[in-house]
């Protein structure tokens, strides 16, 4: 890919800009908000995707030159468990391909994580042929192994779409050797060709509680978004 490409990073069950270690937030959204940087400051045109989680948030936010984030107004404006988010699907993924025929954009990429924004973004790409990068984030199987019920609507609509993700996505994103293997000896019918145990860039020595409220959080955290990429030196 070249600078200026149109990338989009894709969850539905954690807002980048929520600051970690408040409410149900735990940090993994962090990951979000660093790759986003990342790819920034290598001069990627950087697009985010939520699901609007707090009537205080706007539903777009233009963060400089190269970032934005569209949050869709799909359930209730408040933060959901992942399985309640699960059982919005089907909106979720018609909002998500209305919003992005609007904005008339040609994304190179798109990079979904955790199961929801897995499916909505492999039905977007197996249509528009798009390059579609996945993170797995956690596996349904294991829980499943690990006591969490079967029978919920939830754990099924789930475990069909992870079989689609697995195999669909070009390239399938673990973030060790011990998931790797938990996605090959609980998923045989995977192709385990395309997956990249790629850790995630967190320093826990420099990893701490950022400050509260969020709105002071985005204020400040955004700043860096507006500078652009990096100098080549």
Known sequence: MKDGSQVSII???GDPFDPPGHERYGGGH???FDLGRFLIQKGYQLTFFTRRNAADKPAFQRLGPLCS?????VGPPEELEPAAVGMYLEELSVAFDTKIDSLNLEFSTMHSHYWIAGEIVRRFCHKKQIR???SVLSLGRLNCEKG????S???ALRDHAEVKIFNAADALIVVCPSEYADLKRL???VNNSKICVIPYGVDPDVFYPRPEPSSDFVRRQTYRFTQGPEPSI
Do not use: D
């Open 11 to 13: 969850c539905f069950i």
């Open 30 to 32: 962090l990951f979000l």
């Open 69 to 73: 984030i569209y949050r869709l107004e």
């Open 132 to 134: 579609h990068v996945h």
């Open 148 to 151: 969490q019920s079967v029978k």
């Open 153 to 155: 609507p939830v754990a």
């Open 187 to 189: 998923y045989p019918e």
